[in-house]
């Protein structure tokens, strides 16, 4: 006899990306930052520990409120702070699907938004990309239309695209909330600033940041959400009473009051991406054009697992995804390799490997 709920009995669980707690590990396969956050971050950290770490951090998280209202162009009670992205995507959950409601996500795409709506209890269904990555909206639309939650990672992940304004106001739910997951925007070419909270359909809109990856603060569990005071007061009343701890706060404050730090960084990921990418290429694979820090790499042959496998045995990691019911892939079966940028050494190291085993 189990005495868990039945949601939590029915499903496996969200699998995160190995993290090997030994070194001289090659880590190419969680979208980490391959570079240090700014040397701010840790004078920050440090204030913050030596400060009165006996009372309970400001649990508005006020001051960061104020510094990302500044970056992204609107009030600060447009914010919510959350302990990672991932917190506030399951804020937003357990704040706008019940039970009785829909909740609908790309496929393939990031397979954590399904679990959440199996632990809330609530019927989920994927909307489904073309081989090209791209929507057709005879098919989703029904399933938009009926919908009280919708996700959409804008990029996506695994496959690093990113849609257009006119594709993502389409995909709003008539009588629902649009969450666009910018975990990776600060990685495309243009990255958006919440423009579509200004649109008509703006108070339906979510927008969710997080600092694991352009503001390389992937151990310092820290994200927010961008929307209309009307949506962010809602769901203040579904978060911990203290989400965010005073040392996260003090270093997401001062990671975003340095966007000069964190936008050479971008600039150096993009470069490497680009060269990533023709070298890829060249060995055979076939490369989406990404807008995020990773790319998604499928070879001819098939043999994604035995790639894989054959680059942990050199201590490289990178993540091998499969996608089941994916009625455009061979077998039904979406597979293939989505790699991190790291550093240009770490690429050359990986890209040295792929040589002998491709």
Known sequence: MSLFRPELD????????EQPQDSGWTKLNTNENPYPPSPRVVEAI????????NLYPDPLGTKFRQAAAEV??????WILPGNGSDEVLTILTRSFAGSSDQVAFPYPSYILYETLADLQGTRHVRLPLEPDWSWDFNKVMPIVEQSKLVFVPNPNSPSGNRWTWDDL????????VLVLDEAYGDFADHPHR?????????RQIVITRTFSKSYSLAGIR??????HPSIIA????MKDSYNCDALSLAAAT???????????????????????TSALAQLGFHVVPSQANFVWATHPTGQHKAQYDALRARKILVRYMSFPDVDWAQDKRLDGLRITIGTDDEIDTLLKALKEIV
Do not use: C, H
């Open 194 to 202: 919440g423009e579509l909270l200004n649109s008509t359909i703006g």
């Open 46 to 53: 440090t204030a913050a520990a030596q400060g009165k770490l």
């Open 169 to 176: 106001i389409s995909l709003t739910p008539p009588r629902g």
């Open 10 to 17: 029915r499903i496996a669980g969200y699998l995160p990306g």
């Open 234 to 237: 809602g769901l203040r009343k």
């Open 254 to 276: 001062a990671a975003i009051q340095d966007q000069a730090w964190m936008t050479a960084n971008i600039a150096k990921i993009r470069a490497t991406r680009e060269r990533l």
């Open 222 to 227: 820290f994200g927010f959400a961008l929307a």
């Open 72 to 77: 992204s162009g609107v009030d600060p009670d």
